[in-house]
C-alpha cells in the first residue's frame, strides 16, 4: 500500500499498534515522514526536530492542495513532542482526549521579515509549478539513447543539436538557466557515439559533481543499450588503484567512452593517458562544466582549471601532428558574465571558431527573502528560527570550512537535527559519495556546504537554499539559489547577513592581481628558464617553479603566482599557452593538490605572439587593460550585490543586468522574471510570468561535399532548392529509402513534415540518423519552418496533400547548400489553383527517376 497522507492519518492515530511501511513511498516528503517514524518504531526513541518540519510542510502542502484546512491526531505521550514544541515549530497543537493532539500548521510571521498576509514561504509548500512549460519534441537520436521524448526547452534542443553540427576542432559555448538539462549536452555524444574509439573527456569543478554526473550516465548504460556497464566513469581521489588501471587501459583501447573529472588530475595523473588518447584520434570532445570558473581571480584560483586552455592547444597539436580528426570542445555554464564569454572566446579560440547557443531566462522558482542581523547571535538565531518553518529539503551555505563546522554542530546538537551532513572542501571522497547517496535517496533533510556542494547535483526537489553569510559574489549567490526548485516547483531562498559579512566580499571584488613590476620580475624569472621546444624557435618550455628576484625558493604559492602571471599574459595577447606531460613515470599525484603535482607532472610551453614582452610600456598598455576589465567585472559583481541587499533592487533587474551581454558577436538577451522579492513581493511590478526563449541555432557547420549528389545527378546541377514530384499512388517506405540514401551518401542532416504526416509512422523514419556518417539527423516539422533562420543543413522537405500556400512560401525562402522539397505530383499551386506547381517548377524532377538511378 502506498503510503500516503490517509495512511500516515492512521497509524499516527493508532500508533504504535500499526507498523510502519518498509516500502519506499513514492512522494519524498512523505519516504522523510516515513523513514523517521520506521526509526522511532525500531529504536524507542523519536527524532523530534527532524519530524516537527516535516509534519508542517506535510500539513500546509495538503491544505493548499485540497483548498482547505487540513489536520493530523498525533500522540501526546511523552515520547513525542509536547503542545510547546509543536508551537515552536509553526503548528498548533490541540488537546482531543487525554492522550492525542489535533496538529493545524500556521503560518509564519516573523518581525524581521517583511511578510504577506499568507506569511513567509507560503508559496513554497505549494506543489504548483511556476515554470513555464518549455517540453519540444525530441529527435530520435537523443530519445533512443535516453528514453526522453522531448527536449526541456528549445535552448536545450539547440545546444545538444549543435554540440553534433559544430565543425570539428571548434568551440560551443553552452548558456542555458539551471535545471534546463545542460548536462546532457555534454553526456549526449557519449550516448549517441557507442562505438569504439569515441572519448568524451567531462571536467567538472566538484568532486560531489563527479560522482553524481557518473551515477546519472550509468542509469543511461544499464538502460538503454548495455545493460553489463560496471566499469566507472569518474576519476576522482577515493578511487583505487584498481579502478584507476582499468579506466586508464579502457582510454587507450577506446572503449570508455566518457570520463568525469576535475581539472587537477586531469593536468596530472591522467595528463599522459589523455595525450595518448587525442595521439590516437580517440579523443571526440572536451567538455568542461561551470566554465565560468575558468576566468576567476584571487582566492578561487585553481591554476589546473585556468590551464585547461593550454592542455587543449597542446592536444589539438598533437592530434593535427598525427592527421587525426581534432575534437570539439563544449563549454557550459547557467552564469556566463559578458566579461567570461570573451574571456573564453579568446582562451578556447579563435574566435572565429567560436560559436554560442545562448536561451537564458531567470528561474522563476526562488522566492527571494533578505534580513540584515545586527550581531551574530541575531544571525544564529533567526537562521535557526527559519529552519524550524522552512520547507524540507534545505541547503545551509556558508563560505569558510570553520562556518560549515560551527553550524554543522549548531543545528546537530542544539537544533537537534540528526538528518543533516557537513558537506565542504575537506570532506574525504568517500564521505561525499556517501552524502550524495543519501542526498539523493531522501535520507537527508539538510545539508550544511560550502560551494563544494551542490553544483549541478541532479536533485530536483530542494525547497529551501538558506544563505547564512553574504556569499563572495553575486554570480555565486545567484549560481547557489539555482539548487533550489530544480523541479519547477516554488522554492525558497533566505540570506540573513550582519556587515561584517561585507568584508569577504569586498576582498572577493578587488582580488590581488599581480603589479606590472612584479609581473615583470616573475616573467622575466620565467622567461630566463625557457628552453627552446621547435625549430622555428617560437615554442618554448618555461619552468612553472621559476623563482623572481628576491625570493628564497618555490613552493605552492610560487607556482599559483606563476601561473597568474601567464594567464595574464596569455589574456592580453601576449602568448598562448601548451600544457603537456613531462617525462616523469604516470603515476598518481594528489589530484585534490591545487599546485604542486601540476608543477610536477606537467610542461609549461609558450607560444610568444608579441616581441615586446618585456617592456614596461607594453605592460602598462595591454596588461593593465587586461588588469582592469577583470577588476571592473569584479567591482560590477559587488555594486550590484549592494543594490540588492542595501539598495532594495529587484531581483530579476539586478541579475539581468549582470548577465545580459550587448556585444553584436556575442549577444544575450536575459528574459526576466521573478518568484517574489522584497522590491515586488506585494506590488504590481513583479514578473511572474515569462515567455521560454528560443535559441539561435549555430550558423558555422561544416562544408558540404556534394561530389556524390552532382556525379549521380548532373543534370540538377543547382541542389540549393530541388522540387521532387510524387505521383500519389508512391509507397512511403521507397521515398524513405531514398531519403536514406541521401542521409548516407549525400550528407543530409535534417528532415521536416508535418506532424500529421504518415511517413512519420514508419520506422525507418524515425531511424534515418542511424544512415549519418555524423550519428545525427535533424528531425522538424512543419510549424517551425517560421523559425528560421536556421542552422544551414542538407534538407529534405516532405508534403503531403495537406501541404498550404503558406508552407509552400515559405520553404522557398529558405537558404540551404542542399534543399530536396517533395510534393505530390497533383499539387495546386497556390498563386493559381488552375494550374500545378509541376506545370512551373525550376530546377525539378519526378521522384521515379531518381529512384531509377539509385536502384540500377
Known amino acids: 500500500m502506498n503510503f500516503g497522507f490517509a495512511k500516515l492519518q492512521e497509524i499516527l492515530a493508532q500508533w504504535p499498534t500499526l507498523e510502519v511501511s518498509q516500502e519506499t513511498a513514492s512522494d519524498s516528503l512523505m519516504e522523510r515522514i516515513r523513514q523517521v517514524l520506521l526509526k522511532f518504531s525500531f529504536e524507542g526513541k523519536l527524532q523530534k526536530s527532524d519530524l516537527q518540519p516535516l509534519l508542517r510542510h506535510l500539513l500546509l502542502r495538503e491544505s493548499i492542495n485540497s483548498n482547505h484546512e487540513k489536520n493530523l491526531r498525533i500522540p501526546a505521550a511523552s515520547d513525542w513532542p509536547t503542545a510547546l514544541e509543536w508551537n515552536s515549530h509553526g503548528v498548533s497543537a490541540m488537546n482531543v482526549g487525554s492522550d492525542a493532539f489535533l496538529l493545524t500548521a500556521l503560518p509564519w510571521y516573523p518581525e524581521w521579515l ?23 519534441s525530441a529527435d530520435p537520436f537523443i530519445s533512443d539513447v535516453t528514453g526522453y521524448t522531448h527536449y526541456s526547452s528549445p535552448g536545450q534542443r539547440e545546444a545538444i543539436r549543435a554540440a553534433f553540427l559544430i565543425p570539428s576542432g571548434d568551440t560551443l559555448i553552452v548558456n542555458l538557466p539551471t535545471g534546463s538539462g545542460k548536462s546532457l549536452v555534454g553526456q549526449a555524444p557519449a550516448l549517441v557515439h557507442r562505438q569504439e574509439g569515441n572519448l568524451t573527456l567531462f571536467v567538472v569543478p566538484t568532486v560531489a559533481l563527479a560522482i553524481d554526473q557518473a551515477r546519472q550516465m550509468e542509469k543511461y548504460f544499464r538502460s538503454f543499450g548495455n545493460n553489463t556497464q560496471t566499469w566507472p566513469l569518474a576519476w576522482y581521489g577515493g578511487v583505487s588503484e584498481e579502478d584507476r588501471s582499468e579506466i586508464r587501459r579502457r582510454m587507450r583501447e577506446g572503449t570508455q567512452r566518457i570520463l568525469f573529472t576535475s581539472p587537477e588530475a586531469l593536468t596530472t595523473s591522467l595528463l599522459r593517458t589523455v595525450f595518448e588518447v587525442a595521439r590516437n584520434g580517440m579523443l571526440r570532445y572536451l567538455v568542461i562544466d561551470e566554465a565560468h570558473l575558468i576566468t576567476q581571480w584571487g582566492d578561487e584560483f585553481r591554476p589546473a582549471f585556468q590551464a585547461l586552455a593550454g592542455l587543449r592547444n597542446s592536444l589539438l597539436r598533437k592530434g593535427e601532428e598525427e592527421k587525426v580528426e581534432p575534437f570539439r570542445t563544449l563549454l557550459l555554464s547557467a552564469t556566463f558574465t559578458p566579461e567570461t564569454i570573451d574571456t573564453l572566446a579568446n582562451l578556447f579560440g579563435p574566435p572565429s571558431r567560436v560559436q554560442m547557443v545562448a536561451a537564458v531566462h531567470l528561474r522563476p522558482e526562488p522566492q527571494y527573502w533578505f534580513s540584515r542581523a ?18 524540507r529539503p534545505f541547503i545551509l551555505y556558508v563560505t569558510k570550512r570553520n562556518d560549515a563546522i560551527f553550524w554543522s554542530n549548531l543545528l546537530k546538537n542544539y537544533a537537534g537535527y540528526h538528518r543533516v551532513e557537513r558537506f565542504d572542501g575537506d570532506t574525504p571522497d568517500q564521505k561525499r559519495k556517501e552524502i550524495i547517496t543519501a542526498w539523493i535517496e531522501n535520507k537527508l533533510d539538510g545539508v550544511v556546504a560550502t560551494s563544494a556542494f551542490g553544483v549541478g547535483i541532479d536533485k530536483g526537489d530542494v525547497r529551501s537554499v538558506i544563505h547564512a553569510t553574504i ?18 516547483m516554488s522554492s525558497v531562498s533566505l540570506l540573513v547577513y550582519e556587515d561584517a559579512d561585507w568584508t569577504l566580499s569586498k576582498s572577493m571584488a578587488n582580488p590581488t592581481i599581480i603589479s606590472n613590476e612584479l609581473g615583470i620580475s616573475r616573467w622575466r624569472a620565467l622567461y630566463e628558464s625557457r628552453k627552446k621546444y621547435d625549430r622555428e624557435g617560437d615554442l618554448f618550455r618555461v619552468d612553472p617553479q621559476a623563482v623572481r628576484q628576491g625570493l628564497p625558493g618555490s613552493n ?28 616523469v613515470p604516470e603515476g598518481d599525484a594528489d589530484d585534490l593538490e591545487p599546485s604542486s603535482p601540476f608543477a610536477a607532472m606537467a610542461i609549461v610551453r609558450i607560444r610568444l605572439l608579441r616581441n615586446d614582452h618585456l617592456l614596461p610600456q607594453a605592460w602598462d598598455d595591454a596588461i593593465s587593460l587586461s588588469r582592469s576589465n577583470t577588476l571592473n567585472g569584479g567591482v560590477r559583481n559587488l555594486r550590484l550585490m549592494q543594490g540588492l541587499l542595501q539598495g532594495g533592487s529587484e531581483v530579476a533587474e539586478t541579475l539581468a543586468e549582470l548577465y545580459r551581454n550587448n556585444s553584436e558577436r556575442w549577444p544575450v538577451v536575459v528574459t526576466l522574471v521573478c518568484g517574489g522579492c522584497p522590491s515586488d513581493r506585494f506590488g504590481d511590478k513583479r514578473r511572474s510570468h515569462y515567455h521560454v526563449p528560443v535559441a539561435t541555432p549555430v550558423h558555422n557547420l561544416p562544408q558540404l561535399d556534394l561530389l556524390v549528389w552532382k556525379s549521380t545527378f548532373p543534370y540538377l546541377n543547382d ?15 521507397a521515398i524513405v529509402r531514398f531519403i536514406k540514401w541521401l542521409v548516407t551518401a549525400c550528407g543530409v542532416q535534417e528532415v521536416c513534415a508535418s506532424d500529421t504526416s504518415s511517413i512519420l509512422e514508419l520506422p525507418d523514419w524515425c531511424q534515418l540518423y542511424r544512415h549519418a556518417p555524423s550519428g545525427v539527423v535533424v528531425h522538424r516539422n512543419l510549424r517551425q519552418m517560421n523559425e528560421e533562420p536556421y542552422s544551414p543543413l542538407a534538407r529534405v522537405t516532405f508534403f503531403d496533400t495537406s501541404v498550404t500556400a503558406q508552407e509552400m512560401d515559405q520553404v522557398l525562402l529558405m537558404q540551404r547548400p542542399m534543399h530536396l522539397v517533395f510534393y505530390p505530383s497533383d499539387t495546386r499551386d497556390p498563386n493559381n489553383p488552375l494550374r500545378l506547381v509541376s506545370d512551373t517548377a525550376i530546377n525539378s524532377v519526378r521522384f521515379d527517376q531518381l529512384n531509377a538511378v539509385i536502384n540500377q
Do not use: H
Request: with cysteine.
Open 719 to 733: 541542389p540549393r532548392f530541388i522540387a521532387v514530384f510524387y505521383e500519389p499512388g508512391t509507397t512511403l517506405s
Open 374 to 391: 545586527n550581531s551574530s547571535v541575531e544571525k544564529q538565531e533567526q537562521v535557526l528560527e527559519a529552519l524550524r518553518n522552512a520547507p
Open 556 to 583: 605552492d604559492e610560487n607556482v599559483k603566482w606563476n601561473m597568474r602571471t601567464l594567464l595574464l599574459m596569455s589574456r592580453a595577447g601576449f602568448m598562448e599557452l601548451d600544457v603537456e606531460p613531462n617525462s
Open 471 to 488: 556569499p563572495e559574489t553575486l554570480d555565486r549567490f545567484y549560481q547557489e539559489v539555482g539548487r533550489g526548485g530544480r523541479d519547477g
Open 114 to 136: 517583511g511578510v504577506g498576509e499568507s506569511g513567509a514561504f507560503a508559496d513554497s509548500f505549494s506543489d504548483k509549478v511556476v515554470r513555464e512549460e518549455g517540453l519540444c
